[in-house]
Each structure stands twice: as C-alpha cells, then as structure tokens.
C-alpha cells in the first residue's frame, strides 16, 4: 500500500498573508516560533501503520520509542530540515520553502518515496513544487484559493451567502477603521482581525477611543510607506463557550462531517479541547448546525476548495449560537485531538488535550522527563486507565535555546488520559507541581 | 506607577488576584502568563495612561523580565 506522509507547517495563516498588507501591533517572540516550528511532530497522531510523519526537526527517540511501545506504528525521519539557528523573523518556517530551498536530498527523496501521498496540515506556499520535485501523488487547490477562503472576509461572504446573522464589517481604509470602530465602540468592546489572524495574534481586542486611535496611528504609517489595509471588525461578543466543528471536502464536493469538540481558550488563544457534552450536542442538532456545517462545506466546494476544514463557533452567554466566527481551511489542534479520541477509544479511554508553558535552565532533556513522569506514575502507560501522554518534545525542549544563554522556554502538548473531569484535573494539577519540583518554571 | 500598571495587568488577564500577587520582580511572561495578544493589549493601555507611545517594531521583550523593569522602561519614554 502507498504509505501517506503527514507532514505540515502549523500557523500556517502566517504564509498566507500577502506581504503587502498592513499589521496591527505585534511584538516578536523568537521563543514562541520554536514551539510553533516543533508542533507538527504532533501529525503522528493521523499516521496509519506504514505511513510517516516528516517533521522539519528529528523527532527525540525516546519520545519516537515510548509512542512506537503505545501502538502508535509509523516511521519518523531521521535528519532535520530547519537549520538549528534561528531567523530573527516574526513568523516561523515554512517545511515546503525550506525543502524548495535546499540541494535535493537522499535522505528526504528516500524517505518520501516516490508515488506517497502527501498529507499535510495545511496547504501553505511550496507544497506543489515539492510534489513535483519528489513525484508524490497529492493534488491540492491553488494558493489563490487557499488564501481566500482562508481570509476572514470570506468567512463573512459566506455568513452572508448562507444567511446567518452577520455582525462583521471589513474596512479598508483608515477613515472606515475610525467610524465603523466608533459605532462599535458605542455599545462594547469590538475586535479588529487581521484577514489572516491565527488564534490569540492578529486579533486586537478595542476597549476604548484611545487604542483605536493609537492603532489607526500605527497603521497609518504602513499606509503611507505603500502597505495596504484589510480588516475585518466585529464587536466583541460574550461568550458561554468556545467549539469547532471539523469536516472534510471532498475534490468531488463530498462533505464528510467527522467531530465537533468544545474549546476552553485561554483568552483568543487555544487552551485545551474536549469531547462536548450530550447537551451541546442536542443543542447544536436542534439548532440545525449540523445541515449549516454542510451548507458551509459546499460554499467551500463552489470556491473549488477541498481538503480539510475547521470552523470555529460559539454559544453566546445569552444562549444564542454564533455558529460561524470563522472557517479554517487546514486541519486543526482539534482534528488532532479527534485522532486521539480514535486511539483511546480503541483502549477504553478517553482523554482532553491541552498543553503547559514551562521554562528551566537546560539541566533536563526529553528523556529525564520521560523518567520523571514514569517515577511519578503520572506517564501513561499501555494497558493504564489515566496518565500524561506526551503528544510533542521538541515543542518543551527546543534545539538554539540554551545558546542564547537564556532559559529554555517552550510548551508541552498533551493527552490528559482520564474518564472524569477531577481525575483529569488532579493530573494536571500534579504534573505542574511535579514539573516545579523539577526545576521548571511553569508560567501561570 | 508599578501599582497602576499591575491594575492594567490584572484587567488584561481579567484576574484581579494578581493586583495582590504580583511584586516588581514579577515576570510579566513566565509569573502573570501574557500571551503576545495580551502583551499588546497591556502595551495600549500603558500608553494610554501614561501618555506615551511604545515602538512596537523595536521593543525588546526583555523588559517585560520583571514589573519593575517595565515599569523603568515606560518612566524613561515619560521622560524622553
């Protein structure tokens, strides 16, 4: 059987964006791009047995050896494809234009084979030359097409197109930004987002006169040194809770429903996912969110889009549902955490996925980690009902930090293996005490 | 000003325990966890406050290491 490579680059809205556009404020965060650079190491989860997961960076082999001992069976790629030193940049790498960079490579030819199916987390710029380069038989929609309905003006369009109560604006001009954003600011808070905006960047929440002048200030000299402006403005809405529905699109125009799963973010920014309660469930079905996720999927079809998708949506602290705050086209941290859902299903378990920020000093590496959560009886096992199930190493233990001479900070993702909520909680809850004993400074 | 500035933090994380918790050698990353949204979002209302303009292209991160330390940052933009 062909083997399938999972592979892709996450924040992939990063690569999307047309470099003409003008930014809101953003401040770089080199540490942050590490983890964002080490996170499809999490693909592993959608590898069947005989496919492979090409990560830009060689995965830990303990971590490879204690997912392989899981039932986890895939083969990994032995060679890094980002350099260990790191771009100064706003945005992390792209795997594809690394890849197009480079001289051809043994090592990748082989381990792609010719005639794989490529399966990517998302299609960002160099996804086709690399097909083409290693003969590998995946076909995929234009970056054009990829690029607009990955904007949130498209989600607007189709809000519009499949009637749903549509509260966005899109401004384009400074003049647009500063009265639409006054009427807004006249009944609450409201949001600016970024056409390519990724959860907890690009979108810039406004609370009073003084920051949308500031912003539109900021903005203004972009415009005046040739940049152009598109954003999207929404007033920003109180919400009961977070949730995403994720599908798929056929080339044919099939839709496939496969998950919704509920979100608890911290703020604009994913914080952990869960399977929805039965009551969200009925909820949705009696709502009709169902029948409007397909009805999205062929709004999607019509733009010749197919591939993955996920949508973000909300249930409003007045019970309303806002069922379309926006589409992403790509797979998705909760496609990830469906696959997970697979597997544990398969052992009699369920679990949530979420992740910790920590940083220490560098006296630990992966493999000590690994011993101190098995010392602790907080690793999960084969054959066990509860535990830790590290999805990522490179994301806590990233290569380059060290040699800046200050403490390695990154993110650990995980599966909190558990039936019941306080079993889960209680994990957690002994993990990070664990992990502070250990000399990590767990961020609040 | 470290004391406004910890109210401004506290309204960013919508946390108003931290008003107590934090000290000037809190870290404004590791110790109040700011997201890069929320680093922003606490940057606009201090400009806000004190009447100062950060300049977000070439601001260092660093100085969100400690309250104290941003607090020294912002007073020499006051004075600047």
């Keep these: 059987m062909t083997p399938s490579i999972h592979c892709g680059t996450f924040e992939p809205e990063n690569h999307w964006r047309e470099s003409d556009l003008a930014i809101l404020p953003s401040l770089p965060d080199p540490r942050s791009m590490r983890v964002i650079e080490a996170m499809d190491e999490m693909l592993f989860v ?8 090409l990560s830009a960076r060689k995965m830990n082999a303990d971590h490879f050896s204690y997912l392989n001992n899981l039932g986890f069976c895939f083969q990994s790629s032995n060679f890094d494809i980002y350099p260990t030193d790191y771009p100064t940049g706003k945005s992390p790498a792209n795997l594809f234009t690394s890849i197009e960079r480079q001289t051809e490579d043994s090592d990748l030819a082989a381990f792609l084979s010719a ?34 309905v990955n904007t949130k003006s498209y989600s607007l369009h189709v809000r519009d197109a499949l009637e749903i109560e ?43 006169a003084s920051t949308l002048e500031r912003i539109a200030g900021y903005l203004a000299r972009q415009i005046d040194a040739g940049k152009r402006m598109r954003f999207v403005l929404e007033p920003y809405l109180a919400k009961q809770l977070d949730f995403s529905c994720q599908f798929h ?47 999205v999927g062929k709004e999607l079809s019509a733009a010749e889009y197919f591939g993955h998708v996920c949508v973000d949506s909300m249930l409003l602290q007045d019970d309303r549902l806002a069922p379309m705050v926006e589409i992403n086209a790509r797979k998705s941290m909760s496609l990830i955490k469906h696959a997970m859902d697979g597997y544990l299903g398969n052992q009699g378990q369920s679990g949530v996925l979420t992740s910790v920020t920590a940083s220490h000093h560098g006296s630990m590496n992966f493999a000590d980690f690994l011993s101190l959560l098995r010392e ?25 930090a060290i040699s800046e001479g200050t403490d390695l900070r990154g993110r650990l993702y995980m599966e909190v293996v558990g039936a ?23 961020k609040n | 000003m470290e ?42 209302l201090v400009e806000g406050e004190f009447g100062v303009e950060v ?26």
């Design chain 1, 115 to 148: 005639g794989a199916q490529l399966e990517p987390f998302a299609v960002v710029p160099g996804i086709t030359e690399m097909v083409s380069r290693y003969s590998l038989n995946s076909e995929f929609p234009s970056q054009q097409i990829i690029r607009h």
């Design chain 1, 376 to 400: 602790k009886h907080l690793l999960y096992e084969a054959g066990e009902n509860a535990g830790i199930l590290p999805l990522s190493s490179g994301t806590l233990f990233s290569p380059g």
């Design chain 2, 55 to 80: 300049d977000f292209d070439t601001f260092d991160i660093k100085h969100l290491r400690s309250l104290g330390s941003f607090a020294e940052y912002i007073k020499a933009l006051e004075t600047a």
């Design chain 2, 3 to 44: 004391a406004k500035i910890v109210e401004l933090i506290a309204q960013v994380k919508g946390d108003q325990s931290l008003v107590t918790r934090l000290n000037s050698s809190s870290n404004l990353i590791e110790d109040v966890g700011l997201d890069s949204l929320q680093m922003i979002n606490l940057i606009l």
């Design chain 1, 166 to 208: 549509n509260i966005g604006v899109v401004v384009e001009s400074l003049s647009a930004l500063r009265d639409c954003g006054s009427r807004m600011l006249a009944s609450g808070p409201f949001l600016i987002k970024d056409e390519y905006g990724v959860s907890g960047k690009g979108n810039q929440i406004v609370t009073q």
């Design chain 1, 46 to 53: 959608f590898c069947k047995p005989g496919d492979r997961l």
């Design chain 1, 420 to 442: 019941v909520a306080e079993q889960r909680t209680a994990l957690l809850a002994t993990l990070t005490a664990e992990m502070g004993q250990a000399g990590f400074r767990v």
């Design chain 1, 249 to 295: 699109v056929g080339q044919d125009g099939t839709f496939t429903f496969i998950s919704v799963q509920q979100l608890f973010n911290d703020g604009l920014a994913f914080g952990m996912s869960c399977s929805p309660g039965d009551d969200l469930v009925a909820k949705l079905e009696e709502a009709g969110y169902f029948s409007l996720m397909e009805r």
